[in-house]
């Protein structure tokens, strides 16, 4: 059996939604470059007819293993279109499951970052916009956010060297 | 599909067609067990002292110094735990390079929790180990150092037999011993190889990285060497690892050997022009990327970039959907999530580190096969670069 599934390769091979949105409504990141995976999600906000708020648009940028890179495409290809709040329904688990193999424990870590990275864009969409940010948000934002400040405890100006090395 | 490339010699070898030959008879004809006394024991234990003897000859060795083992895995443990056993009266201080393939460097930090002192040596921005830093590290209580020959993943070749000369000296200021191993693991049938001339008490070699079989490897040992076995039994080999002999890949890995003896120069310069276009061509092409290792104490075979911006296991995963079999040292693939030890020490950033791919030339690697890594390799760091936030994609 092959390492990846024909979906993951699918995704690597070609992947969905790749690049920026010039002034996005949100944006997010996750990961970060000591583990080699990083990624940034970007956001366009716009109305259904029932005037709930849609994610009209997604893009993102991914440096990363192929499964990180999978992933993010994967997840722009599941919003796009849908409610903020279905959006934020997704669980790690669903994008693994439609990748279509058990990835090795190690590697579910790739697949975390891609939620993650939607999280944080939603949150800043909400944060932009003084929208009341959900209880569950605020928690993983604040999750995300520590994982980011015990990296640069452990690596010292690792946070300065990534904004000198990505755009 | 179009036919494979295999760049990762490195990793393994194709068995060559001449040793495959010449290991046919010893599994179902001449099967016998090189103990038993009758003629099928007989026969299996001429050819394995035969065998040994062809090994021997190749490093300038004594048959009687030559054991055989499983793997280089096998012949590392063995050394590393079998000197401290055997000489742990005498002191308890091991010297190792920040560099060693992982089996030297976890059977040190086993070692360590069993209360024996382990030294790593720092080595340079090409992986290089300073003979004087060997000199400084040595102590009344060092009973072995350990420094590979040359790196399986920057091809660094380390200077073994100044290190040994420092050792020596050393050895008679302080009046005792001090054994000096070296893991020939990915150097031996690539360069030439003296045990005397290098003045080793211990060296290392494997069958599968020179065209011969798995299962099969040395661990030469100078006479006179206290060392301890690891697997007690039968009292094969000289009672230094007891296990039923694997004669039909002893005879394959003779029969490489035999090989290598005739064919090692030429190909190591055929190898050499192979690799330096490589590294040229890929240096030329594409934009950031640059040379891991020494660019000249090298092996013949081997190759080893960094492409900034790229993570390494993306790029391994793209080449071989395009025919190309290569390997990395990022971390995606492992459960540490660590890049390798080895791209850290030479000072190589986490992410410079993540974002490495290793080729590794060989026999049947030609130069339209170079050629064509030319050709993809730079759309590929391209396209993956496209997707990611780096600052310098084109």
């Keep these: 059996m092959p390492i990846y599934s024909k979906e993951i390769i699918k995704h690597f091979k070609e992947p969905k939604n790749v690049g920026k949105i010039k002034k996005p409504d949100g944006k997010g990141e996750a990961g970060n470059i000591l583990c080699g995976d990083i990624m940034r999600l970007y956001l366009k906000i716009g109305e259904n007819k029932k005037g709930e708020k849609i ?10 293993c192929i499964v990180a890179i999978a992933n993010t495409s994967l997840l722009t290809t599941l919003v796009k279109g849908k409610t903020i709040n279905e959006a934020l329904k997704i669980k790690k688990e ?20 891609a939620v993650d990275a939607l999280k944080e864009a939603i949150y800043d969409y909400y944060s932009k916009n003084k929208i009341e940010i959900p209880e569950n948000l605020e928690k993983e934002h604040q999750r995300i956010i520590r994982i980011k400040e015990e990296l640069e405890k452990r690596y010292k100006g690792f946070q300065a060297f990534e904004k000198e090395i990505l755009e | 599909m179009k036919k494979k490339i295999y760049l990762d010699y490195a ?15 010893y599994f179902s004809k001449k099967f016998g067990n090189t103990m038993s006394l009758h003629s099928f024991g007989q026969e299996a234990k001429e050819v394995l002292e035969e065998s040994r003897e062809t090994i021997a000859n190749f490093i300038g060795a004594k048959p009687n110094e030559i054991i055989f083992t499983g793997s280089a895995t096998e012949s590392n443990n063995l050394t590393l735990k079998g000197i401290a056993l055997a000489n742990k009266d005498r002191g308890n201080h091991i010297i190792i390079s920040s560099i060693e393939h992982p089996c030297i460097m976890e059977s040190a930090e ?73 893991d020939a693991a990915q150097s031996f049938g690539k360069i030439p190889i003296d045990v005397n001339k290098m003045n080793v008490d211990l060296l290392t ?48 890995f003779a029969e490489a050997v035999k090989i290598c003896q005739k064919e090692m120069k030429k190909e190591a310069q055929r190898e050499i022009k192979l690799r330096d276009k490589l590294i040229k061509g890929v240096l030329e092409k594409i934009p950031g990327s640059y040379l891991n290792g020494h660019p000249k104490k090298r092996l013949p ?43 850290l020490a030479i000072g190589l950033r986490p992410e410079q580190a993540h974002g490495s791919l290793r080729l590794s030339l060989g026999r049947w690697t030609t130069e339209k096969e170079v050629n064509y890594v030319l050709k993809v390799l730079p759309k590929v760091v391209e396209k993956l670069r496209k997707i990611s936030p780096f600052k310098t994609r084109s």
């Design chain 1, 55 to 64: 994610i009209e648009d997604v893009k993102f940028e991914t440096l990363g």
């Design chain 1, 94 to 113: 669903d994008l693994v499951k439609r990748l279509g193999q058990p990835l090795p424990i190690f590697k579910i870590h790739c697949s975390v970052l």
């Design chain 2, 11 to 25: 990793a393994t070898t194709p068995v060559d067609p001449r040793v495959v030959k010449a290991m046919l008879p």
């Design chain 2, 110 to 182: 086993w070692l360590e929790s069993q209360g024996f002192e382990i030294t790593r040596l720092k080595v340079d921005k090409y992986g290089l180990v300073d003979p004087e830093d060997v000199k400084k590290a040595i102590k009344e209580n060092t009973i072995l150092v350990s420094i590979m020959h040359a790196n399986n993943e920057i091809g660094t070749i380390e200077p073994i037999e100044e290190i040994s000369k420092i050792i020596k000296s050393q050895i008679s200021n302080l009046k005792s011993q001090i054994y000096f191993h070296t």
């Design chain 2, 205 to 252: 070699a494997s069958s599968h990285k020179m065209y011969g079989p798995k299962g099969a490897a040395i661990l030469y040992i100078r006479e006179g060497t206290k060392i301890s076995p690891l697997l007690h039994g039968g009292g094969h080999e000289a009672g230094l690892r007891s296990s039923t002999v694997n004669v039909a890949a002893i005879v394959g």
């Design chain 2, 301 to 343: 075979n081997n190759v080893n970039f960094s492409f900034p911006g790229v993570e390494g296991e993306s790029l391994v995963i793209q080449l071989d959907l395009l025919g190309i079999a290569a390997s990395t040292g990022s971390a995606c693939s492992s459960e540490k999530l660590e890049p390798s030890h080895v791209l």
